[in-house]
């Protein structure tokens, strides 16, 4: 029997070290536009997250929506490999899981996936930006394609470390 050296370990990469800087509880004020020629409903929200090991982070977001307690998760990862950003989302009003994929320029993560739309019955594009604007604070927001081409923003966020 040979013996054979274990591969190396995968380190993480500077990707993975700026998630550190998202780890812990946040103050979420949102804005969801459910109709272009409405002004926005207004929610508050608390996300905490968390890390998983060196290259993952896991989130519980939570708030009330539509008089309805609302909870999401997340994940948020990047592979090296493929250079991209990777995340999902799952919550307790839907049974469709978003995966997204994506890249950064600067403080700004960009990430794209198609999901199903229950408001439309139809798989649309769905876009993402998750904007550093300091230490303690980023902007998340999110935009759909709908069945008619037009890009539709659905949702801002605007976090502040708890």
């Known amino acids: 029997m040979t013996e054979h050296a274990a591969p190396p370990m995968p380190q993480p990469t500077a990707e993975h070290l700026s998630l550190k800087e998202y780890a812990g509880k946040w103050n979420v004020d949102c804005s969801f536009f459910m109709d272009p020629a409405a002004p926005p409903m207004k929610a508050s929200a608390t996300e905490t997250i968390e890390l998983v090991g060196e290259f993952w982070t896991v989130s519980k977001y939570e708030s009330n929506f ?10 948020m990862g990047y592979e090296p490999h493929a250079k991209r950003w990777v995340s999902t989302w799952i919550d307790c009003m839907g049974p469709v899981m978003f995966h997204l994929t994506g890249t950064q320029q600067g403080d700004t993560i960009t990430m794209t996936g198609k999901a199903f739309s229950c408001m439309t019955q139809s798989e649309l594009l769905h876009r993402t930006t998750w904007k550093r604007l300091n230490k303690n604070e980023h902007l998340f927001e999110m935009f759909a394609v709908m069945p008619d081409g037009k890009e539709f923003k659905m949702m801002s966020s605007h976090y502040r470390r708890a």
């Open 66 to 75: 539509m008089g309805m307690p609302f909870v999401g998760r997340a994940t």
